[in-house]
């Protein structure tokens, strides 16, 4: 069964340093996405990204979070200068559109850890 | 911002029981619903979703009830199974608007 997959699963950084957090979402899928968990809370949206723009960010998304479709398969984050605030599971998603419009599978997670 | 509220942090079963877990939202603007199953160090997995249009979708072992006016749905499980253990999350949004609105989560423990 397609799935998507992100790399790498684990991601310890320096603050201040730049993390790319790549993801390749199911091969047929239009629509990709980033969410994020914090230990402890609840699963919260970043940005969604179609046709090779941004379609929608949250407030949480801001100059220093960028999402960039480099080739036909990948689909990456860049976080340019991390805070310890950022450390959190960082989940990749996307979906086909149509009738499974909102039905996002997710990827298996990467964990970055701030220090 | 708790649009979506899952209230019970977890919940315990016996096997072959029925489990159910239950959401309460707040933004009367969202018109699909989704739940999604979760393990340690794994992504959400999709379960099952239910459009505004309906108040019950069935998939197996898994039944989704949506009541609108009260704001509230629920994920039934019958028969309970020990692989059904996990944290199971509600999420909510507007079809059309793509981002998920997720509740914080319902850690169910089954019971063997």
């Known amino acids: 069964e397609p799935e998507v997959t992100q790399t790498p699963s684990h991601q310890v950084t320096q603050m201040g340093q730049e993390v790319i957090l790549r993801c390749v979402p199911i091969?047929?899928?239009?629509?990709f996405y980033w969410y994020r968990q914090i230990l402890g809370q609840k699963v919260e949206f970043l940005v969604s990204?179609?046709?090779?723009?941004?379609?929608?960010k949250s407030e949480i998304f801001d100059d220093q979070f960028s999402v960039e479709r480099p080739d036909g398969s990948n689909f990456t984050l860049k976080i340019r200068s991390t805070k310890l605030e950022d450390s959190a599971m960082y989940f990749c998603a996307s979906t086909s559109g149509g009738i499974s419009y909102n039905e996002q599978f997710f990827g298996p997670g990467t964990r970055l850890t701030v220090l | 911002d708790q649009q979506v509220k899952q209230n019970s942090p977890s919940l315990s079963v016996q096997e072959g029981r029925i489990s159910i877990l239950n959401c309460d939202y707040t933004?009367?603007?969202?018109?699909?619903f989704l739940w999604y199953k979760k393990y340690p160090a794994e992504g959400p997995t999709f379960l099952i979703s239910i459009s505004s249009i309906k108040d019950k979708n069935e998939d197996g072992r898994f039944t989704v009830f949506l009541n609108k006016s009260a704001k509230h749905l629920s994920l039934h499980i019958v028969p309970s199974q020990p692989g059904d253990s996990a944290v199971y999350f509600c999420a909510a949004t507007n079809f059309g608007n793509e981002k998920l609105t997720f509740g914080t989560g319902t850690r169910l423990t089954i019971i063997p």
């Open positions: 990204f179609y046709n090779n723009e941004i379609s929608e």
């Open positions: 091969s047929n899928h239009l629509y």
């Open positions: 933004n009367s603007m969202f018109d699909y």
